[in-house]
């Protein structure tokens, strides 16, 4: 039996230390004595620990003053997410700073999960540890908002305990589960954060699949003033990146492959992001989602490639977004897709700039770019349309729902079916 006493203990410096095996506890007892940097990983760091426990430990402490948590060279294992703090600079090493998730553990619960609960009674607890993030979900909400996340705070023979209560009743037998599905770093309620210089390893072969709006390699929510540089998410077994309900959100001079969902999912009403000369590639689903209230930003100078359906999406009231400079290719659908949405609620006023799309449809049937909602203003300039392995049904096919785009000096390959193509036309 884990007590109650240990649960309080899991967000009080004493049990931090207890995990992380901290070298240096004195350098750490002031602000005077930080002097806003603190390392890990090593005998020589502040804190020698190669865990997550260690990570968080100096971000805690850090944010007494802010400045600047550096991570050694090393794999650290990642538990539970880093919960990053306002005006914590996260920076690695490079790449072989890797923080990688461990493996996941999943059981079902055997009683009903009902709204606002706090316990949780499972078939075998085993494996689950305080201070582990996990997921809540069943058959009928599985996805987005519709599932719960919590952190353990006790464990009791088979119930656990966690610290936010439930947002939906759920149905042990309609295929009830919890796991530690969870992000590798986190940035909730939020501001003025950096991460960079690392890499995220999701472990993707050994962890279950994690739910977007609430989990990612790198997760953003309630938070703004963001920047991402210069870090490769690999693997995550759900989304690369995301980030939900933001303001002046940065994702620059990234790498984001092998994701179990979407490389990168702007959403729920995240104006002002900047997606700028990132690497998204070999996802399972689209390179980057641009989910809803998406609007005011700038996506210039990415690649989006061999992702497993299309390479941009855009949809429900993403507007005034500008998208320039971007090489879009080989992915198994449409290079772009403008999903259908009523027109008032259309992605209007997008401007889609000197961008090359090329040999997209590689899965047998897609196009260059492709229009299914009304979306007024749609400016498409300057722009190459390449097809020389003849993947790319049409360059530009429009739905009958969609609206006809502004065309300006662009350059267009051969296509199967045409340059403009009208579903409705007879």
């Known amino acids: 039996m884990k007590s109650i006493y240990l649960c309080l203990l899991l967000f009080t410096p004493i049990f931090l230390v207890a995990q992380s095996k901290i070298n240096k506890v004195d350098a750490l007892v002031t602000p ?19 865990n997550n426990q260690s990570i968080q430990f100096a971000v805690d402490a850090i944010a ?23 005006y914590v600079n996260l920076i690695g090493s490079g790449k072989e700073t890797v923080l990688k998730r461990g493996s996941g553990i999943q059981t079902k619960y055997v009683v009903d999960a009902d709204y606002g609960e706090l316990k949780l009674t499972v078939a075998n607890s085993d494996g689950f540890e305080i201070g582990m993030k996990i997921q809540i979900a069943d058959d009928v909400n599985s996805g987005c908002w519709n599932v719960s996340t919590a952190y353990i705070t006790d464990i009791i023979d088979h119930v656990i305990y966690i610290d936010a209560g439930l947002i939906r009743d759920y149905r042990s037998d309609k295929n009830g589960l919890i796991s530690n599905a969870s992000s590798v770093i986190e940035v909730l309620d939020a501001e003025n ?28 929510y309630k938070s703004k003033n963001i920047k991402v540089d210069h870090v ?44 700028k000369d990132n690497d998204i590639h070999h996802n399972d689903m689209d390179g980057l989602f641009i989910c809803w209230r ?14 497993g359906r299309f390479g941009i999406c855009t949809g429900h009231k993403d507007t005034d977004v500008v998208f320039v400079g971007n090489h879009i290719f ?17 992605p209007h006023r997008n401007t889609f700039l000197k961008n090359i799309i090329e040999n997209n449809g590689v899965g047998g049937s897609g196009y260059g770019f492709s229009i299914n909602s009304q979306a007024q203003n749609l400016l498409l300039k300057e722009n190459i349309f390449k097809n020389s392995a003849k993947t790319q049904k049409a360059a530009i096919y429009i739905y009958k729902n969609g609206l006809k785009p502004k065309l300006e000096n662009n350059l267009f390959d051969k296509h199967e079916l045409g340059t403009l193509v009208f579903e409705n036309k007879e």
């Open 64 to 86: 007494k003053t802010g400045g600047t948590v550096k991570l050694n060279r090393g794999f650290y294992e990642i538990i539970a997410p880093i919960r990053m703090k306002s």
């Open 232 to 275: 490769h998410v690999k693997d995550f077994n759900g989304e690369g990146i995301s980030w939900q309900t933001t303001e002046n959100v940065t994702i620059e001079n990234c790498e984001i492959s092998g994701s179990g969902n979407t490389g990168l999912h702007p959403g729920t009403g995240s104006p002002f992001s900047l997606i």
């Open 294 to 307: 998406v609007y005011e930003s700038r996506v210039e100078g990415n690649k989006m490639h061999n992702n």
């Open 193 to 220: 954060v950096n991460i960079s210089n690392l890499t995220v390893d999701g472990n993707r072969d050994k962890n279950f699949f994690a739910d977007g709006c609430n989990s990612a390699g790198i997760l953003v």
């Open 32 to 50: 005077k004595t930080i002097e806003s940097n603190i390392t890990v990983g090593g005998a020589d760091a502040d804190i020698s620990g190669y």
């Open 330 to 346: 080989e992915n198994q659908s449409d290079g772009v897709n403008l999903r259908g949405e009523r027109e008032s609620n259309a």
